[in-house]
């Protein structure tokens, strides 16, 4: 089965079984380090609820971890990495971007993202309270390179 056929199933799977469960101010999904096209399909599903919510905000929490694709994470990694859903959902979905909020949510044991529907007047979510403090992450030395972590869907 080919990608495209691949998101297609996913788009759907997660439209059919989250339509129901997306009820504002929950979590709405959460995934790791998954591949381009499993990150846009649940970034679609997740902007189609907020379109279905037009007074709610998206909230994206990223957690680093403590290893990065099976090596140890260089310092910002995490925030790179998670610095492309906004503009998804801004650019290619048309959700206005003062309704979607990024956070960084500090280190777990693995590289995770959270997708939150708030409602107007809710508190935003609160952070995991599993997270990993910075001091015992090793970092890789050297920067980042944002062009690693593009997807050219």
Request: hydrophobic letters at 40%; charged letters at 20%; a positive charge.
């Amino acid at each position: 089965m080919n990608r495209l056929k691949c998101s297609l199933i996913i788009i759907i799977v997660f439209l059919a079984t989250s339509v129901e469960a997306a009820s504002p101010n929950s979590a709405f999904d959460e995934f790791g380090d998954v591949n381009c096209e499993n990150e846009m399909a649940r970034l679609d599903n997740f902007a189609y609820q907020l379109q279905n919510y037009p007074a709610a905000h998206g909230y994206i929490i990223f957690y680093g971890g403590r290893r990065f694709r099976g090596r140890f994470p260089r310092v910002g990694e995490a925030a790179v990495r998670a610095g492309r859903l906004k503009p998804y959902l801004v650019s290619r979905r048309g959700i206005p971007a003062d309704r979607v909020v990024l956070i960084n949510g500090g280190y777990h044991e693995s590289f995770s993202i959270q997708l939150w529907i708030v409602p107007p007047g809710a508190e935003p979510p609160e952070l995991s309270t599993f997270t990993v403090p910075a001091s015992q992450i090793t970092f890789r030395k050297g920067k980042v390179n944002k062009l690693q972590f593009q997807c050219n869907i």
